[in-house]
């Protein structure tokens, strides 16, 4: 079973339904047996880093998570904010993060060039794929993907 980790935080219908396109069923919970019981995880987010970390801890997800990924080497995705959670610690304030990679969120930083692009830069972008790679097999020609917001400066 698939368990979408819902701690407030995150596009969970659009996974879930994205997992189910891909040919699986999966469940939306912050329930930690559920949790518990899954084959494998994915950690959606969209938003702040330390409000993602507060709502983990609150729901009392951190453990159950750990034991799953380090003990029971439960594979888990995180997507988005979800990935960021993975890091030691967040750029925007002073909450630890989960510290499974060895890395810090931080801003992007551009080149004088390109200072005036707006963050968080989302909505629909073409996606060139460079490498074979199952995952894009049966994919259109100039593939995109969406990303819920764009700043004006970026829209067409």
């Not at 939306?28 to 969209?46: C, D, F, M, Q, W």
């Not at 904010?81 to 030691?88: E, I, S, V």
Request: aromatic fraction near 8%; include cysteine.
């Amino acid at each position: 079973m698939i368990v979408i980790i819902n701690y407030g935080l995150g596009n969970l219908e659009s996974i879930k339904n994205m997992v189910k396109k891909i040919g699986f069923e999966s469940v939306i919970s912050s329930n930690l047996e559920e949790i518990g019981r899954a084959n494998k995880l994915i950690l959606p987010g969209v938003g702040a880093f330390d409000n993602g970390m507060k709502n983990l801890h609150d729901l009392r997800i951190v453990p159950v998570l750990e034991e799953e990924v380090f003990e029971k080497k439960t594979a888990i995705l995180g997507i988005c904010l979800g990935m960021q959670l993975f890091t030691k610690k967040g750029e925007e304030r002073k909450m630890a993060g989960l510290g499974w990679i060895d890395a810090e969120t931080v801003r992007f930083q551009f080149h004088e060039e390109k200072a005036k692009l707006e963050i968080p830069h989302m909505g629909w972008n073409l996606v060139k794929i460079c490498q074979r790679n199952p995952l894009f097999e049966e994919m259109y020609p100039e593939p995109r993907f969406y990303c819920p917001f764009v700043p004006r400066s970026l829209q067409k």
